[in-house]
Every structure is written in C-alpha cells, then in structure tokens.
C-alpha cells in the first residue's frame, strides 16, 4: 500500500510515534456520561491532585505529553439550550486549562503541556504574559493548541455577539495574531537580554529590549513584552483546522496538526494538502510537521474482554450528552428530526453531507438516525474507538500510520484514568514491540519541542519556521535585526 506521497509501507521506515494523553478540565469529556461508571473519576477534575496524578502516570510511561482540550462556551445547538449538556456533564462545567499546568509541571521533569487558548477572544499582549510565564515555569515544556473558537455561546459571553465573526474572518485575525505573539516572544526582546550584573548593578540590557509597534488591521500593540525570554522562545505550536483557511494556516504555522475523524480514508487527503502546501508555498520540509489523530482504545487481554468492556461503557453513554456535542462541533439540531428519521433523506443538505461522511464506512443497509449518531459518537467523540487486543489496536493504529501517514495520536479516555493505565500496561509494551514507541525521553528534562523532535538542542523552532526569522539572538544589535514585517 502507498500513502499519498508515493511512498510504499516497504520503503518508509518505521516511525517513532508521538503519544499524548488528550483530556479536557471537565467530567468525560470525549465520552458524555461516562463519569456515571463505579470506575471512572474524572469528575475530581476539579481537584490539583487529580492532574498531578495523571501526569506523574504518563511520565512514568514516557508520553509526549497532556493535550489540554478547551471550550469558552457551553453547547447549547441541541433542542436550542443549553440544558442537555448541563444535565449530562457534556463538557459542562469546564475549567480554565493553563492554571493547572504549573503544578502538574512541578511533579514531573519531561512530559509536555499542550494547553488549548483561542485568538478570538483574549488581547495577544496578555496571552503572551500568561503562555510566557507557563513557560518559563516547566522549563520549557509548554505547547499552545492555536483555535479560533467555534461557540456561538462563547462569542455572545465574550465579545458582546450574537455570532461568532465568520470562519475566513477569525483566520485572518489569527493570522495576524500569530505575528503579533512571535514579536513578543522573540522580537522584544534579545536572547540575552537579561544579564543580572550584580556589580553594575544592571538587571536587563536596556539596548535589548525594544517596542515591537505593531498596527495592524485587528490590533494596535506596541510593546516591549512585559516577560523576559523564555527557554523555548516560542511555545511548541499545535493546530486543528482542515478548512482552506485552516489548512493555509497549519502549514505556515503548525508544528503539529491535530485531526479527528473516524477513519483514516476520511482525512488522509488533508494531511498530505497541508504538507504540500508547507513545502511549495512556505518552504518548511512537510514531513516536519507532525499529525496527531484523535483515538479512544479500549483494550483487553483477550478480544472477548475488550468488547465486554465497550458493553459496559456504553450502558453509561449519554444520548443527549452526545447529541449536544454533535451539534456544537456542527451547528446543527438533530432534535428536530425523528427518532427514525434517516438522516440521509432529510431536506438539509448539510444535515445529508455531515452524516454520509459519517456512514461512509459503515456497513451496507445500515440505518443513520439521530440515535446511530449519538452512539457512534458517545464514546471517543469525533474520532474512531479501536476494540480489542494489544495486538488489535496497535494493528488499528498502524493503519493510519500506513493510510493517513500520521505520526502519533492523541489518546482519549472512556474511563478516567482507567483507559490511561491499560494503554500504560496493554498498549505500549506492543507498540514498544513493533520499534513504534521509545522507551525513554530522547532528551530527558528537555523541552517540548527537544523531546517532540527527538533532538536535544531543539529548543526554538526550526530554522525553516516563520517564527525563526522573528528571533532577535544574543548579540545582534537591534539595528541589525528589523523585526519581520511578512
């Protein structure tokens, strides 16, 4: 078999696989209702504990790192309330998700932060302040997940809107953002900025720290950056976005992509876009930036365990749960139509479209109602369940290693932390096994971005990345390095 690029299985060596943890500072998260089973404790989200645990848990194992999910509003499409998500715990209530990193980064020494924050509705000045601070704080160990936000609900909390401003739009601002946050975090100031003279009695170079004075369409930022130069200058950056804009923005901006389908088929082609349009349009090698594909595994020792296990966990789904996060990820409100309606034949064409790409590798003849939606997405969310053996699963995970060409995965819970522990225990021995996953940090107490690209030394971004043409380095007068205008 070969992948879009041409390569076959038999020419391209083996990956070593990027493992996250994927979680979100709530009860279920992927997996509405689950937080009902005798076995699961997600809902001590709320408890610093509850996330030191977990990360100490997945150094131990020697994860990549925490994927921090976050959302500003509630899911409010369904039935047009917010009363289904409330009641089922769909991602409701959700806590700010940077104010615990600190602490589970104080507990453990390589694991890395991948934390969620939208341009959309925070002033760049201050998100640099927080994201500089978190960073300096785990030594280097902070990713930022880029979005834009897709709540309505948020949008009418935060900015004052009845809507969001519209996709293309929020790209746009993105864009921008992200030039105004790279002159904060590598432009202000000089890598060597700081100097701590106690005899001269100088603190920071005044010859090296600048304004930025930045005016743009969206914002109007002129500096200096109010926080010292952090170990990895830039956080790792991380991206979701399969859209035109969003495909145009990973592949300039992303150093790792996040996508979640429920076959691999479904987003191969994406992937292989943004690569391409990485090398021909913003001369980045596209195999750099690294895929990571949302997937819930639920494992046994033998076949028969692991389906008795999704048995189990599906007595705890929540339909309504389900439904409202479907119809916050798509806009659209399934209580509308009937509960044996096939959603294929209805007058919406979005409603028909969103659900063939749903059914598209189901089973011939199989009946798509709101119900089959709700089940298909109750557990793992928007992205496959692989069932069974270790052996299964990391068969499962090698065909989208071979079909998608990803290069690691996100890990979603059924069962918190229970899901975690039996790919701790199952999972990776056998992906350990196939030469799939390392058995130590490449660079332990490293950085993020040190330990992602398995390269010690890698604190910034690579030379090949935008941000790199921002960095003011020590030693360069200010005269010779004009902060980028691009």
């Known amino acids: 078999m070969s992948n879009l690029t041409g390569e076959s299985d038999q020419t391209r060596p083996k990956k070593k ?13 992927q997996s509405p209702g689950l937080w009902r089973h005798p076995s699961d404790q997600s809902h001590n989200f709320t408890s610093v504990q509850h996330w030191v645990e977990l990360a100490q848990l997945l150094e131990s194992a020697h994860f990549h790192g925490i994927f921090i999910a976050d959302v500003l509003g509630g899911y409010d499409v369904y039935r047009d309330s917010l009363s289904p998500a ?22 453990t020494k390589s694991l ?38 897709y709540l309505d609900s948020a949008a009418r909390n935060i900015a004052g809107r009845e809507k969001q401003v519209a996709h293309d739009e929020r790209y746009e601002q993105a864009e921008e953002y992200l030039r105004v946050m790279y002159k904060l975090f ?37 500096g200096p950056a109010i926080v010292q130069p952090t170990p990895q200058r830039v956080p790792l950056l991380l991206q979701a976005g399969t859209s035109k804009a969003g495909k145009l923005f990973a592949a300039q901006h992303a150093e790792a992509i996040f996508v979640s ?57 929540s339909t309504e749960g389900a439904l409202a996060l479907f119809g916050g990820w798509t806009g659209m409100d399934l209580s509308k139509y009937g509960d044996d309606e096939e959603l294929r034949e209805v007058e919406s064409n979005a409603v028909r479209s969103t659900v063939d790409a749903y059914a598209r590798f189901s089973p011939p003849g199989s009946k798509w109602t709101k119900h089959t939606v709700a089940e298909h997405v109750a557990i793992g969310g928007n992205g496959p369940i692989i069932v069974g053996t270790p052996e299964q699963v990391a068969d499962g995970l090698e065909a989208w290693i071979s079909e998608a060409d990803v290069d690691g995965f996100n890990f979603a819970y059924a069962l918190f932390p229970q899901s975690f522990q039996d790919i701790i225990d199952l999972l990776l021995p056998e992906l350990r096994k196939r030469g799939l996953f390392w058995d130590d940090y490449a660079v332990p107490g490293g950085t993020y971005r040190e330990n992602f690209y398995g390269a010690e030394g890698q604190k910034h971004p690579l030379d090949e990345h935008i941000a790199s043409k921002y960095q003011w380095k020590a030693g360069v007068a200010a005269e010779e390095h004009k902060i980028p205008e691009l």
């Open 17 to 29: 696989l990027i493992i996250n943890a994927f979680v979100e500072m709530c009860s279920g998260h």
């Open 86 to 107: 409330i009641v089922s715990g769909a991602q409701w209530p959700v806590h700010e998700p940077l104010s615990v990193v600190p602490a589970m980064a104080a507990a």
């Open 112 to 149: 890395g932060f991948g934390v969620t924050v939208s341009t959309s509705y925070e002033a760049p000045y201050h998100l640099h302040r927080r994201l500089a601070t978190v960073d300096h704080l785990t030594n280097g160990r902070l990713g930022w997940n880029i979005v834009t936000s």
């Open 186 to 222: 590598a432009s202000s100031w000089r890598d060597d900025a700081v100097v701590l003279d106690r005899e001269s009695g100088v603190y920071t170079d005044p010859e090296a720290v600048r304004q930025i004075n930045h005016e743009g369409k969206f914002f109007s930022v002129p």
């Open 261 to 317: 389908a429920h076959a691999p088929q479904v987003c191969a082609k994406n992937i292989a876009e943004v690569r391409q349009l990485a090398r021909e349009k913003y001369g980045r090698d596209g195999n750099k930036i690294k895929v990571l594909s949302l997937v819930t595994p639920i494992l046994g020792r033998t076949e028969e365990e692991a389906k008795e296990k999704l048995t189990d966990y599906r007595k705890y789904a």
